[in-house]
């Protein structure tokens, strides 16, 4: 259950019921039913007593916050037929927690501290709004906060073990993902046909294609069985089986292994440092590549051209268009130059709307050097600037990935 | 109602119930409950009588399909208490659809010309899956494709004006999001009590918070009323309640108007050019400026000076820790000077989670350089990596708005 009005608008997309899914699917938990209401207490009271009758576990989400329109606590107290009661100790945890960031409390959160009689706090309280868990008839509902990263801490810390807990063993589904780039989904469809009709036919395991923007076109294979080890043993017989049929190369990950981690490993595993200069994608490929943890051994920095003079000034890019084979060679030896890297990536380009340069909207020109070699090429792309922007970068991260492969492959 | 197994399981995200729902809004019909259920007929049926048990019209989305796991038709027949029929006609026009596109028609697509006796078939038909307008009691259900432009042109084309007719001449619902940033969720609905409590009894608007970390902390006021014009004004007259109550500077734009947005038009506006200097962010700063159409009038780049070094030879940090004021300042100035701009901000800190030079996860040290001054201030977080990055980032950017408001008022 997602509690909030703005869900009901379409003012805000409802993705953390998507995540719950798929987390409860991981653990073998199946779910039937999801839904969305808004902040009235008469329909949260309604939804929940809806949900209680058909299932043995729910999670609802927001409505937790310290405003008078968060009223899930007081729709929780009505359904289980009992006050709200303020809770002095967990009071006192809320005031520490705006004492700890050097802020004053305002009166206000205090309602976060009151719990319906006979519930309990969720031990894992990441925010500043506590989660709390419910006995409703034979049901447990589970009350998280709406704010992404609190929900899940709760979820994933506490509440998948204390449903496993109470559901006793449940069998265990998996999903292993391939992260593809360069073929597109109609081709590795046609490629992994036989694969999928031997799986349709067997029911061991499924097979299917996320196209997922910057972050690959994924495949993904899930397998449902008795035990966790039984899963990953058919999880890794088929994904031998995907990997036999489609080129190595495509693949640059599995799970959440992204394109820039597969790069920085490789640098790493080779001893090269990294640089990058950016003139299109404005810090975007820097800012993916620190966001991989331990990224700081191999990534130099970034030089962000975006004004014409400075991609002049810092990288030496010769007089003349600045979207152009030339430039963009220049900006990709000038990266390494003034960051000490041993290799880099350039990109300079016109994200739209309007034609600059001479040159179309969508027109991109991207280089690699590696050991002092750089590589230049072309591409026209047919999107608007915010894809243009996020195909650039997966985009020539990847012809890094290939380069990199190939002078390892070399070395041995 | 969203019908399929990969929403449950959070393979698709369910993005047309949240537009199905803001579409109905700006029709003035108040939309309750979205759920999700699975490919399964007993439960789809369940949902449909809950559905229509408690809403006057129910739109569900999905299963209309040729394939076996396309129940909706069934379900729909069930809830009925018919049988489905074979619509001649129908057969006819979805055959003719294939041969158009020169394409056979699998035999399996005949399926989708079975109706529920007593239902009618929706006249807008884009693709090849027929739409369903059934009848169920006082209930008025209307079964669509999950592929979202059929969805949109049968609920544009018809849908919207057949709900319309029968409901009568229904009003308006518009909203407004009024961007803050500097205050809690807690303070600013302590603030605004009086005009929330005002709202409440009057009902001519609600008013709701919603913490979007690095969009900001939104405040929204829905109206709804006989006509468009009628919203419009009541919304004007309740922002300007809200602007009379709040502190103006909190406020940094309204609707889809970010705060990288606010920033470069302060800047145009008093003819400032703006660089960013960045090691914690690498570049996200930079990214969202870049984001904003237009920003090359103002934004000349970013120097992403990740490895320490890097910060010494291209900003003139000077020996001793990085995560520190006089690193900083250095930063700030170092970018106003490399790049040729007149103003700047600079970030450095520990992204975590290990500790870094002699500083805890979390520490930043942030920077604003205007007219040649630099101002500088340390916060630590209670984030993990990636919140501590947008943090900063809003946060970052509110500082150099607010300077830049300030310099525009003394100016005057």
Redesign the interface.
């Known amino acids: 259950m997602a509690v909030g ?11 953390n ?7 409860l ?1 991981s653990l073998g938990i199946d ?10 207490l008469e ?1 949260i009271r ?2 929940l007593e ?1 949900a209680v009758a ?1 299932s043995d576990f729910v999670v609802v989400c927001g409505g937790l ?5 968060d009223i899930t606590r007081d729709a929780l107290a009505a359904v289980m037929g009992v006050d709200l009661r303020r809770d002095a100790e967990l009071a006192d945890r809320i005031a520490q927690k705006f004492w ?2 050097g ?1 004053s ?5 205090l309602r976060q501290a009151d719990v319906p009689e006979g519930a309990a706090v969720i031990p894992i309280f990441p925010g500043t709004a506590p989660g709390l868990v419910c006995p409703v008839g034979e049901a447990v509902v589970y009350a998280v906060p709406g ?1 992404p ?1 609190e929900m899940k801490e709760m979820m994933t810390g506490w509440i998948s073990a204390d449903m496993r807990r109470r559901a006793g063993d449940a069998s265990v589904i998996q999903s292993r993902t391939l992260r593809t780039w360069g073929e597109s989904e109609g081709g590795l469809a046609e490629q992994l046909n036989g694969v999928m009709e031997r799986l349709d036919a067997s029911g061991r395991a499924t097979l ?1 294609f ?1 196209a997922s923007g910057m972050e690959g076109l994924k495949v ?1 294979l899930t397998a449902k069985a008795a035990t966790a080890a039984e899963a990953a043993a058919i999880l890794d017989e088929e994904e031998q089986a995907v990997r036999t049929v489609i080129a190595e190369q495509l693949i640059f990950g599995t799970d959440d292994e992204t394109m820039e981690s597969a790069v920085l490993d490789l640098c790493r595993r080779s001893g090269l ?1 990294l640089a ?1 200069a ?1 003139s299109l ?7 993916r ?3 991989v ?1 331990g ?2 051994d191999v ?9 014409a ?2 991609k002049r ?2 990288l030496g890019v010769p007089d003349g268009p600045v979207v152009s084979e030339e430039a963009v060679r220049a900006m990709a030896a000038g990266a390494c130059e ?3 890297a041993d290799c880099s990536l350039a990109v300079t380009g016109v ?1 739209g ?1 309007a034609p600059a340069d001479g040159e179309e909207p969508g027109t991109v020109w991207m280089a690699t050097s590696v050991d002092g070699e750089v590589t230049a090429h072309r591409q026209v792309f047919p999107f608007d ?2 894809r243009t ?1 996020q195909f650039t970068t997966i985009g020539i991260l990847n012809q890094l990935r290939l380069r990199l492969l190939a002078r390892a492959e070399a070395a041995r």
Chains 1, 2 share one sequence.
């Open positions: 009005t703005e869900l009901l608008l379409g003012q805000v997309v409802d993705t019921s998507s995540w719950i899914g798929e987390h699917a779910s039937y039913y999801q839904t969305k209401v808004g902040d009235n329909r309604a939804t809806t058909r916050g310290p405003t008078p329109d700890r960031r802020r409390m305002p009166g206000n959160n704010v990263w299917a996320l993904r440092t990058t950016e994608t404005g810090g975007m490929i820097a800012a590549l620190v966001a943890p990224a700081g990534f130099r920095g970034s030089l962000v051209t975006y004004a003079e400075t000034h810092l003034q960051l000490g994200a709307p600037r915010e922007r």
